[in-house]
């Protein structure tokens, strides 16, 4: 290991080693054990970074061992915040995990941009969860639809033990209808289930209750007079929520006088409210650039997402279907001048939760709420979308005036200082000389090595 830098181990990868058998039934131990000798080339180096990363709180480690399978160690992600936010008139600090260096700092200067120009308006305008049960069935469909009818409310009553407590928050089912898919599949068919899960996600309440429609649907089948052997032999493939939630929906805006729009020295606020317009029209015409510029809404989106225990992959299907609802890959966000008025929003599908799964069990994502005021979920999903359109603005602002690699090339420098192995005075001297310079890959390593040779 020589000559490494103590996080960097060249790993072979080993070709021969044979399959393990209940690998999940080992102690932690055995299974640091059976990878490092397996797939290392140094067990012992390899194991002592594993558990370098190891909570010294037992009880915080055992926490994290079972969130998962399998697991040997943690996985770190910076923890920050961007404070300023100034949100339908109160002040929050929106606490962020992420690894990508500009991001909070990115979030943070756009949250001081608009604190002073109003802040930020946030509104949820709609709230419903969507399951699916998935069916085959062949037969006549105007049966199907009265074994629909009939069943129905034993679909609901069948539910009711599942279903009692989110009753009691607010929440249940709100719909269940029959769709057919045939057009789309040969004998496929729906229950297409929409519910209120108030201050939780729900996946588990969502998915639970869409179990038991599917017994009731196939147990009511088998009894349904008026259906021969085979439509009585109606067959459920799979019973699931969707991630696509575009009645989930949260708004996100921001307004000001065009003359208080600064873009910075070098251009004008007419020029700069324009260029903002341009940009997103530009996203609009170009799938390439609209994923991008979403990209950029979802470094905010999912940092927030992430600090606050909820799922972000969920949340960036969604998103993403959303963007391309209209049968065409768009932005996120929109930018209008009307009366001599910028406006920049964003609109965006966001299934989150502020109880039920990590939220109060991941210490960290419980901190996060508490820092958040503890809010309700239309509460955070309203914070998550200013986030979201905070980066936004913040990176189009960079891009349409000086160029975004300014301020990233100023965050990374710290990276590629720790990847060349700068000490603590050689990184103090270069981040104060690159201040003064353009700060490229090249630049930074040519001037480490100018420090160091001295
Ligand atoms: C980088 O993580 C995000 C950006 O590419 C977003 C954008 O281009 O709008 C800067």
Redesign the pocket.
């Known amino acids: 290991m020589k000559g490494h830098n103590h996080y960097l181990y060249p790993l072979k990868c080993y070709y021969m080693t044979k399959p393990i058998e209940g690998f999940s039934k080992l102690t932690k131990e055995e299974k640091l054990d059976w990878i490092t000798t397996n797939y290392t080339d140094d067990p012992e180096a390899v194991k002592k970074v594993l558990k370098r990363y190891w909570n010294p709180d037992r009880s915080v480690q055992r926490l994290h061992d079972e969130f998962i399978e399998n697991t040997l160690t943690n996985y770190y992600l910076p923890y920050g915040i961007a404070p300023n936010f100034l949100i339908n008139g109160r002040l929050y600090a929106i606490p962020m995990a992420i690894e990508?260096s500009?991001?909070v700092a990115a979030a943070s200067k756009a949250a001081k941009f608009w604190l002073n120009r109003g802040g930020f308006k946030s509104s949820v305008s709609s709230t419903e969860k969507i399951g699916q049960v998935h069916f085959i069935y062949r037969g006549n469909p105007k049966k199907l639809e009265s074994f629909f009818k009939e069943i129905k409310p034993k679909l609901h009553s069948d539910a009711e033990p599942l279903t009692k407590n989110m009753q009691r928050r607010g929440g249940g089912i709100t719909g269940i209808e029959l769709r057919k898919k045939t057009d789309a599949l040969a004998n496929y068919y729906q229950l297409h289930c929409t519910f209120e899960t108030v201050d939780a996600m729900g996946a588990n309440f969502i998915n639970s209750c869409l179990e038991q429609f599917a017994t009731t649907l196939t147990e009511g089948a088998k009894k349904f007079s008026d259906f021969s052997s085979e439509e009585k032999n109606l067959e459920v493939v799979m019973s699931i929520l969707s991630n696509y939630v575009p009645n989930c929906l949260v708004r996100a805006e921001v307004n000001c006088p065009i003359e208080q729009l600064n873009g910075g020295d070098a251009i004008s606020s007419e020029v700069f409210a324009h260029k903002m317009v341009q940009a997103v029209k530009i996203a609009n015409a170009s799938p390439h650039r609209a994923v991008?510029?979403n990209?950029?809404i979802m470094?905010g989106v999912d940092a927030v997402v992430l600090a606050t225990g909820n799922d972000f992959r969920a949340v960036e299907a969604g998103v993403h279907a959303y963007a391309a609802k209209d049968g065409k890959y768009t932005s996120l966000t929109h930018a209008k001048i009307e009366d001599g008025n910028f406006k920049f929003w964003i609109e965006l599908p966001l299934a989150i939760g502020t109880i039920g799964g990590l939220t109060s069990l991941h210490p960290l994502a419980k901190l996060s709420l508490d820092i958040l005021g503890n809010p309700s979920a239309e509460k955070l999903m309203q914070i998550i979308a200013v986030a979201g359109l905070a980066q936004?603005f913040a990176?189009?602002r960079?891009?349409v005036t000086t160029g975004?690699q300014e301020g990233h090339m100023k965050m990374h420098l710290l990276n590629i200082l720790n990847q060349l192995g700068a000490t603590r005075a050689e990184k103090n001297t270069l981040i104060e000389h690159f201040k003064k310079n353009v700060a490229t890959h090249s630049a930074v390593v040519g001037a480490f090595e100018k420090l160091r040779k001295g």
């Open positions: 990508e500009s991001v991008t510029h990209k950029g470094n936004n990176a189009v960079s891009l975004i």
